[in-house]
Structure formats: structure tokens, C-alpha cells
């Protein structure tokens, strides 16, 4: 964990979040939701790289560099939760719309996976964090409906 935390720390250490935050502590406390509901540290570390494909290694070998780092399983659900192009996969924006992200994620039957962006969700949903960032009320909808959808697969999933 401490090595995913050290790449998505330097990886993300010029970028901030849309309320003025160094980006860091948004991936801090999207591992921290991640673990409190899987109990795995592989949701932590995922929770700490979910956005480095698609903001910081968008090459099209990152998937194969996080696998030699991080291990396969690591790699998968980082990739899972990367929103890239069908067309070119080393483009970081969305391949048909939001909705079809989700759906692949919900898809996959990835408990990790599903569990990091449940959590990824809830931090971006935080009514304090909304305010300052400038979150649309339409924005929030969009994101309490996949939040809604992922939660109904993990229940699912879990029996």
C-alpha cells in the first residue's frame, strides 16, 4: 500500500481537485471508504490508483507497467475504473457516456472494483466537498444513479 500511496502521490502531485484540494486527499479517502466497506487492502490500494491511468500514465503500455508493479489483479480493477476510449484506449475520456461506464463496472462483478467506485462516488457526493467544488445538482443526480446501480450490484453480489 505504502508503494501505490508514494506513485499516486508524485503521479498526482501537481494536480488539484475541483474544489481547490491537493488531489491526493480525494484518493486517501476514496482507499479509506474502500477498505471500511471491502475490509481488503487490495481496495485500498486500487482506492489510491484509480485515477492514474486516466490522469497521469495514459500510455498505451500502463496497464502492463501497473501489472509489473502491482500485480494482475491490481492492474485489472485499475483498468476497470479507468474511463478511456473503445477507439484509443490511451485517451483518458468517456467511450459512450457514463452510463456505459458503469454499466462495465457493474459487468465485471468486480467486488473491488465496484466497491472503489462506490467509494470514489460517496467522496465526490459529499455535500461539503459539492459546495465548494461547484458540483451541479444535475451532476449529483448523475452520480447518486450509478452510486444507486453500484450499491444494488454489490447487495446483489454479496446474497
Known amino acids: 500500500m505504502i508503494r501505490a500511496f508514494l506513485l499516486a502521490a508524485w503521479g498526482h502531485r501537481k494536480q488539484r481537485d475541483k474544489a481547490g484540494e491537493r488531489y491526493i486527499w480525494h484518493l486517501v479517502r476514496v482507499a479509506w471508504i474502500a477498505y471500511g466497506l471491502t475490509g481488503d487492502v487490495e481496495a485500498a490500494v486500487v482506492g489510491l490508483l484509480h485515477d492514474y491511468i486516466e490522469d497521469v500514465d495514459v500510455a498505451s503500455h500502463a496497464q502492463e507497467r501497473m501489472e509489473r ?3 494482475g489483479m491490481t492492474a485489472k480493477n485499475v483498468w ?3 474511463v478511456f476510449s473503445v477507439h484509443s ?3 483518458a475520456f468517456p467511450e459512450r457516456g457514463y452510463a456505459d461506464y458503469i454499466e462495465r463496472i457493474v459487468r465485471s462483478q468486480s467486488r473491488i472494483a465496484i466497491a472503489v467506485k462506490i467509494a470514489d462516488l460517496l467522496d465526490n457526493t459529499n455535500p461539503r466537498r ?3 467544488a461547484g458540483i451541479s ?4 443526480v448523475k452520480y447518486l444513479r450509478a452510486l444507486a446501480k453500484l450499491a444494488i450490484a454489490r447487495a446483489t453480489m454479496e446474497g
Open 69 to 71: 508493479r502491482f500485480g
Open 89 to 91: 484506449p490511451s485517451v
Open 80 to 82: 476497470l475504473l479507468t
Open 137 to 140: 445538482e444535475e451532476q449529483t
Open 130 to 132: 459539492r459546495r465548494k
